[in-house]
């Protein structure tokens, strides 16, 4: 399945075919906040995983390194919001 989630800023991230996306699509859609900072915490850990995969053979300005940053500053919204309410 082909979709593209909007997140934060209007910003379009194509997750489809990035290998960190279920742990990302995971946290944003977590509807349960005892489990949401978990939830974050591995999509965090998935995305930093493959960056530092991408850093080592990829050009800076790649496309899913642009996704990993945006997805990574929405993480870190959601888990300001969800440490706030907790």
Do not use: C, H
């Not at 800023?9 to 859609?29: C, D, I, N, Q, T």
């Not at 960056?51 to 390194?65: F, I």
Request: charged fraction near 30%.
């Amino acid at each position: 399945m082909r979709y593209t989630l909007w997140f934060f800023e209007g910003v379009s991230l194509p997750l489809s075919s990035y290998v960190w996306a279920k742990e990302y699509e995971s946290a944003v859609l977590e509807l349960d906040p005892e489990k949401l900072l978990a939830k974050i915490a591995e999509a965090e850990t998935a995305i930093q995983q493959r960056k530092a995969e991408l850093l080592q053979k990829t050009p800076s300005g790649s496309d899913e390194l642009e996704s990993i940053a945006r997805a990574l500053r929405a993480l870190e919204a959601l888990k300001a919001i969800a440490q706030k309410n907790k």
